[in-house]
Structure formats: C-alpha cells, structure tokens
T-cell receptor
Framework: SQKIEQNSEALNIQEGKTATLTCNYTNYSPAYLQWYRQDPGRGPVFLLLIRENEKEKRKERLKVTFDTTLKQSLFHITASQPADSATYLCALLNSGNTPLVFGKGTRLSVIA | DTAVSQTPKYLVTQMGNDKSIKCEQNLGHDTMYWYKQDSKKFLKIMFSYNNKELIINETVPNRFSPKSPDKAHLNLHINSLELGDSAVYFC???????????FGPGTRLTVT
C-alpha cells in the first residue's frame, strides 16, 4: 500500500542547533515533494518544493534534500529559533493527474 | 488583503443539519481545493476544481457537495451532518494541480 511517513510525531531541540525532519514514502513515484509549516489554529504555509531531479534546495536557513533511491526527503532548519516551533508537513505529488498527498507532520519545539 | 479566505471560522451545529462553508481566493489561481483535517491533524484532500470543473473527488460521502460558481470561489455544502464530520476544513488554491498551495485559515466544524 502507499504510505507517506514523517518519522517523528514530535521533535524537541535546543535553540541554535540544526533540526532535521524526515519524510519517507512507499509505493509512490513522486514528481516532487513540498514542505509546509503549520502553526496552531492556522492553515499550512508553503516553504519549499524540490523536484525528483534535484538533490538539494535551500532557502535562507532551510534546506531540503530528496533521495529517490532511499525514497526519502530530509528537511533541515539551521540555527533554529523558538519562532521555528510549529508542525512541519511534507507532501508529495505522485506522477499523473493526482492530488498532493500530505504526511501527518512533525511537531517541532525549539527550546530557548 | 487576504489571499484565501473562508467563512465562517467556527461552525457549531447539531446532527442532521445542513451547512455551508464559503471560500474565496484573490490570487488569480485556476485550481482550488477542499481538505479535511481531523483530530489527529491528518490533512486529507476531499475535492479539487480547476477553472470551475471538478477534477478530483476523493472518497467522500455524497452528503458533501462542492460548488464553484467561478474560479475564485469554491463552496462546500454538507447535508445531514454527522458527529464524524467534526474537523477543521481548509480551502486552498494553486495555479495548477501540484503547484504550491495557499491555504485559508480553516473552518472548525463541531457537530453535536
């Protein structure tokens, strides 16, 4: 069966450290992956998109990698701050005219 | 100048009632979506419209009926509400299917 899994439901890290979130998928052939941030009581906000032929994408303190062999995407936040505390969702677009499929998210808490 | 807006933000109603949620986007996007986020925070696609045409209809009870009067609006009507319909419903839009999505603030529906 098809699955998209974000390994940790919750992740706590110290301020200033790098947070690494994992997104694994099974039985999908994604054209690309997207990462979103969701704060409590609000809708998800788009952060980054990485295509299947790209290994890495960066935006300010954010970095996303995409390994189609491992069927995995890693999302990194460097020099993390308490304001980075939120739930982060990965979403993949499978080949063909199919909708975006979201993982359940990882709740990140950055502790000062 | 909100990009994607939804009304109402909160909706409390009794079982068996019929209710509607409205969504509007001012981004000029061609594609709009309805998602349901349950108590476990899992975000699941319900419907997608492209230029007022239904293109994705996931396994959703017939009691849910989307309507798109124009490409800037996508409303959701729910008949005979059930307890299990309680969730947060998000509207979203994107330029094309699979492009980065812009989400509304959500409508928290509580069925008693």
């Amino acid at each position: 069966s098809q699955k998209i899994e974000q390994n940790s439901e919750a992740l706590n890290i110290q301020e200033g450290k790098t947070a690494t979130l994992t997104c694994n998928y099974t039985n999908y052939s994604p054209a690309y992956l997207q990462w979103y941030r969701q704060d409590p009581g609000r809708g998800p906000v788009f952060l980054l998109l990485i295509r299947e032929n790209e290994k890495e994408k960066r935006k300010e303190r954010l970095k996303v990698t995409f390994d189609t062999t491992l069927k995995q995407s890693l999302f990194h936040i460097t020099a993390s701050q308490p304001a980075d505390s939120a739930t982060y969702l990965c979403a993949l677009l499978n080949s063909g005219n199919t909708p975006l499929v979201f993982g359940k998210g990882t709740r990140l808490s950055v502790i000062a | 100048d909100t990009a994607v807006s939804q009304t109402p933000k909160y909706l409390v109603t009794q079982m068996g009632n019929d209710k509607s949620i409205k969504c509007e986007q001012n981004l000029g996007h061609d594609t709009m979506y309805w998602y349901k986020q349950d108590s476990k925070k899992f975000l699941k696609i319900m419907f997608s419209y492209n230029n007022k045409e239904l293109i994705i209809n996931e396994t959703v009870p017939n009691r849910f009926s989307p309507k798109s009067p124009d490409k800037a609006h996508l409303n959701l009507h729910i008949n005979s509400l059930e307890l299990g319909d309680s969730a947060v419903y998000f509207c979203a839009s994107s330029q094309g299917l699979g492009d980065e999505q812009y989400f509304g603030p959500g409508t928290r529906l509580t069925v008693t």
